[in-house]
């Protein structure tokens, strides 16, 4: 019986899949943080350093987590460039600098005091800034976890071997403290702390073996630190992402063929396809063409129009139409964000 409702299952996800097709559409969205437009000019800046006071602690810390003396330092220098990386293809601001100021903090997961006005006027100043992004705190931690080992199968000279596999991971935990330093309104527009977990996986015949093919913690708090550095700027920056949109092929000939001005991105005359097969007296035919006017409209910026269709292929029945609309609808409030976003 149950081998009976898998193979009926995997044949109507065959159907299904020979049903629809998929594009990709690009797609803004907005930056977690809306920051005032007169916000431009950027300076970033590395505070996490440790002063006088914290450098025994940090060593310390260093030994006592196995990180190493140095880790976290090298690793905020990674989360700087990371961000850095990030607002050189940003719209939004323009970088002043090309990273490498430093100063003092405490070196630890716990925020200095805020910098003096008069040193980030000073700074600003030297750059042209309107704000200064600053990391203020680094720190990382990261584990070995290593699995059951797992059975399989491969061939070796024409003869089947079984043999056992062992899964590592390595777990990168980061975090990183950030401040916005508003220099003309003279005020902290943010300060908070965000947590990122990069993972690595490895293989290996043995438990030894998998932790040995794992990447060393330099290359790792490397990529850890670039990361956590490229997630705060897509905080405060909008970006630009592609997604995956779903349309309708099927069987019928027109549909089948507008597949292939959909791959070459001409819509146009994918439209002349789709928009007269909306009023077909095939129910099925028109539901499906319905839904691909939604699609067309949103991929040429016209959201509310595609909305309308969307919702009149909800009303002829189309299931993928009401996930769709929510979709669209939360495209519409991101559109609002980005107009006060961007210039």
């Known amino acids: 019986m149950i081998k009976q409702i898998v193979y009926i299952a995997l044949i109507i996800t065959s159907i299904s899949s020979c049903v629809t097709s998929s594009v990709l559409v690009n797609v803004q969205r907005p930056a977690d943080i809306t920051i005032n437009k007169d916000i431009q000019n950027v300076v970033v800046v590395n505070r996490s350093r440790p002063s006088k006071d914290n450098l025994a602690e940090n060593i310390v810390e260093g030994l006592i987590s196995g990180e190493g003396i140095g880790a976290d330092r090298k690793g905020a220098e990674y989360c700087v460039e990371g961000l850095a990386g990030m607002l050189n293809n940003s719209e939004r601001f323009s970088l002043k600098n090309g990273g490498g100021i430093e100063l003092k903090g405490t070196g630890t997961s716990s925020f200095p005091i805020p910098l003096a006005w008069n040193e980030v006027k000073s700074i600003c100043g030297s750059y042209d800034g309107d704000a200064l992004l600053v990391l203020e705190t680094f720190d990382s931690d990261s584990r070995v976890l290593v699995g059951p080992p797992v059975a399989r199968t491969r061939k070796v000279?024409?003869?089947?071997?079984?043999?056992?596999?062992?899964?590592?991971?390595?777990?990168?935990?980061?975090?990183?403290?950030?401040?916005?330093?508003?220099?003309?309104?003279?005020?902290?527009?943010?300060?908070?702390?965000?947590?990122?977990?990069?993972?690595?996986?490895?293989?290996?015949?043995?438990?030894?073996?998998?932790?040995?093919?794992?990447?060393?913690?330099r290359i790792a708090i490397k990529q850890a630190g670039i990361h956590a550095g490229e997630k705060y700027g897509f905080r405060i920056s909008p970006i630009w992402l592609k997604v995956n949109r779903t349309y309708y092929i099927g069987k019928h000939e027109d549909l089948k063929n507008a597949r292939q001005y959909v791959k070459r991105e001409d819509w146009d005359a994918a439209i002349e396809i789709w928009l007269p097969l909306t009023e077909d007296e095939d129910l099925k035919i028109a539901n499906r063409a319905t839904f691909n006017m939604a699609l067309v409209s949103e991929i040429k910026g016209s959201l509310k129009t595609a909305i309308d269709w969307a919702k009149k292929a909800q009303k002829m029945g189309n299931k993928k139409a009401y996930n769709y609309i929510n979709v669209l609808t939360n495209r519409v409030m991101d559109e609002e964000k980005l107009k006060k976003q961007l210039n």
Do not use: H
Request: aromatic share 12%; glycine share 4%.
């Open 157 to 217: 000279k024409g003869i089947k071997v079984k043999e056992l596999r062992y899964p590592a991971t390595l777990i990168m935990e980061v975090e990183s403290g950030w401040r916005i330093y508003d220099v003309n309104k003279e005020r902290i527009i943010d300060e908070n702390k965000y947590i990122e977990i990069k993972e690595f996986n490895a293989w290996g015949d043995s438990p030894e073996q998998a932790q040995f093919n794992l990447p060393s913690k």
